[in-house]
């Protein structure tokens, strides 16, 4: 070849930076993998806001729950004790469940005196719980991995049925076990069993979930060459399980008119098969979409187990379902169990249990978006979501007469429209007081005769009727 000849062409053309990678590293630079679990924990609380939000805001209240918190932290908002009437005149709420976790929520309440308050925090508890399960599973399975896990938290079924259920005191539960287990899973002894403690003031059984967690915490901590750690554990086990045997035999019975705990005839009276189908159904649900059963070979799933024993050794079947709020505690724990095992089985001898693991995070991220088009959060897609309708619009102004300070008989459809301003009652449950006013939900016609029923609930007052909207009843006292 003559030395003047232009070369060839090459074969292989030279590497081009393509301005696709400039751009995802430009989102790199803008959003950083170490903000992705708040980002992920802002979209979720928005998300959860809106549900239960808007439930309120269409009257959709499923229980008095939220008018039985809303009482409580009235109550210490104003420096009182957690009377609820609901529950009946003088009732303090403590002889019902020892929840005073609860009282956190007072100055919020002082400043915004209203259920939607409770609605609000609630979801941001639930949504703070997402960072630090979002956080270890990045740190333990990568970047996409752990985000994907993240999302598949946050719109997990039980969470989404919580959110969906009003106001509950396990949205303060949430978060510590999922703090708790980020900091075993990162081999920070200590720091898990601290902040499993504050369990036993959330509800009288969670002492028993911070024994199971400070057990995990032993076993671990074991297991992994930290033996100083067993002594801490074994402190915290003895703890939870004290505070929560003194929390049943002793403090809720001091507060209770009984001298008793209430839920005792709910449990033990039924046997571990009754209603199987509808335990083995939940069970089901706890493990495959969630983890895809990969989380039962790792020891954090002993966490589960005290909710789990309660609520299938009761006789009331409402705790065996999936429905409600009751799973919401068991979400970080199956999540988290699932993000335990994904590294060993990740290097397994076996080649389809290492694809499994590899491909699991996308599918558990998978599963629960689809599963999301048939839960509370498919809601967000309807316009209506967002619109208050004209019948709510129609029951409110009829609520707005009864004035500030009046007592009120009611039932759940009022409720939370109430308690905010007036004193109270369950329809049926004023123990020999007159309240006031009457107000109650008949759009089943559950009632045939009103002024009947008002004469068998009060048989010496007199009521008339003020309002009939939408099946709305309300009735005002116009004798003693």
Not at 145 to 173: K, P, T
Not at 189 to 214: N, S
Not at 389 to 418: C, F, M
């Amino acid at each position: 070849m003559s030395p003047t000849a232009p070369s060839p062409t090459p074969l292989i053309p030279a590497q081009v930076t393509a301005s696709g990678s400039d751009s995802v590293r430009d989102l790199r630079r803008f959003l950083p993998a170490r903000r992705d679990p708040y980002v992920l924990a802002v979209g979720l609380f928005v998300a959860y806001v809106a549900v239960s939000v808007g439930r309120y805001r269409h009257m959709g209240t499923r229980s008095w729950d939220l008018g039985i918190f809303e009482q409580a932290v009235w109550a210490y908002a104003h420096f009182r004790a957690p009377v609820v009437d609901l529950k009946g005149p003088g009732f303090n709420v403590l002889g019902d469940h020892f929840s005073p976790v609860t009282a956190l929520l007072a100055p919020f309440y002082r400043l915004f005196p209203s259920p939607v308050t409770l609605l609000v925090a609630q979801a941001a508890l639930f949504a703070l719980s997402a960072v630090p399960v979002t956080r270890v599973a990045a740190r333990m399975l990568g970047r996409a991995r752990g985000l994907a896990v993240g999302v598949a938290y946050g719109l997990s079924w039980g969470l989404q049925r919580a959110v969906d259920f009003d106001f509950h005191e396990i949205c303060f539960a949430v978060p510590l076990i999922a703090f708790s287990l980020e900091a075993l899973l990162t081999r920070r002894w200590r720091a898990a069993l601290l902040w499993a403690l504050p369990l036993v003031l959330v509800k009288e059984d969670l002492g028993l979930t911070t024994a199971a967690l400070a057990v995990v915490v032993a076993l671990r901590s074991r297991r992994n060459g930290s033996p100083r750690a067993v002594p801490y554990a074994i402190a915290v086990v003895s703890f939870g399980a004290v505070a929560a045997l003194l929390t049943f035999a002793m403090i809720i019975p001091a507060f209770n008119s009984t001298g008793g705990y209430d839920y005792w005839t709910k449990v033990g009276e039924a046997g571990p098969l009754d209603g199987a189908d509808t335990k083995i159904r939940t069970l089901l649900w706890l493990l495959v979409p969630t983890s895809g059963l990969l989380a039962l070979r790792s020891p954090i799933l002993i966490a589960a187990l005290p909710t789990l024993g309660w609520r299938f050794l009761s006789s009331d079947d409402h705790y065996w379902g999936t429905d409600w709020h009751y799973s919401a505690v068991l979400m970080p724990i199956v999540t988290l169990a699932l993000v335990d095992a994904l590294p060993a089985a990740r290097h397994s001898a076996r080649p389809w249990l290492r694809s499994y693991a590899f491909h699991l995070p996308a599918a558990v991220a998978a599963a629960a978006l689809a599963l999301t088009t048939s839960l509370p959060l498919s809601a967000l897609t309807e316009a209506g979501a967002y619109r208050v309708p004209e019948r709510v619009r129609a029951v409110e102004k009829l609520l707005d007469t009864i004035p500030d300070g009046a007592t009120v008989e009611s039932n759940v459809g009022p409720i939370s429209r109430l308690t905010s301003r007036c004193r109270v009652f369950w329809i049926g449950r004023a123990k020999g007081l007159t309240p006031d006013y009457i107000v109650f939900n008949n759009s089943s016609r559950w009632v045939k005769d009103v002024p009947g029923y008002a004469r068998q609930l009060h048989p010496r007052a007199q009521y008339e009727l003020k309002g009939l909207v939408q099946g709305y009843v309300l009735l005002k006292r116009t004798s003693p």
